[in-house]
Nanobody, 115 residues
Framework: QVQLVESGGGLVQAGGSLRLSCAAS????????MGWYRQAPGKQREFVAY???????NYADSVKGRFTISRDNGKKTVHLQMNSLKPEDTAVYYC?????????WGQGTQVTVSS
């Protein structure tokens, strides 16, 4: 059974930083591209960033230059370093495969950025 468990969210002031982590189990982690997604209140879930099995990355325009995705295949984890946070980054953040598998969504981790 696949499990993706996100952690590292919290409350931070605008301009601050957070580092999110996602621990995976039940999948052959190293062969998959992994992504971070987010859902703000009243909005649809959206793509944030992805990292391929070989380490190639891509980002949504809204976070480019501020967020960095990375992965540790040995530990089956994917991280999202978020710098220069803005109030509009407030959302629940999720990890999943890229493209996402609808059966893999976890609970997510809440990120709240105060102005």
């Amino acid at each position: 059974q696949v499990q993706l468990v996100e952690s590292g969210g919290g409350l931070v002031q605008a301009g601050g930083s957070l580092r999110l982590s996602c621990a995976a189990s039940g999948i052959v982690f190293s062969v998959y591209s992994m992504g971070w997604y987010r859902q703000a209140p009243g909005k649809q879930r959206e793509f944030v960033a992805y990292i391929s099995s070989l380490g190639g990355t891509n980002y949504a325009d809204s976070v480019k230059g501020r967020f960095t995705i990375s992965r540790d295949n040995g530990k089956k984890t994917v991280h999202l370093q978020m710098n220069s946070l803005k109030p509009e980054d407030t959302a629940v953040y999720y990890c999943n495969k890229f493209p996402e598998n609808p059966t893999y969504w976890g609970q997510g981790t809440q990120v709240t950025v105060s102005s």
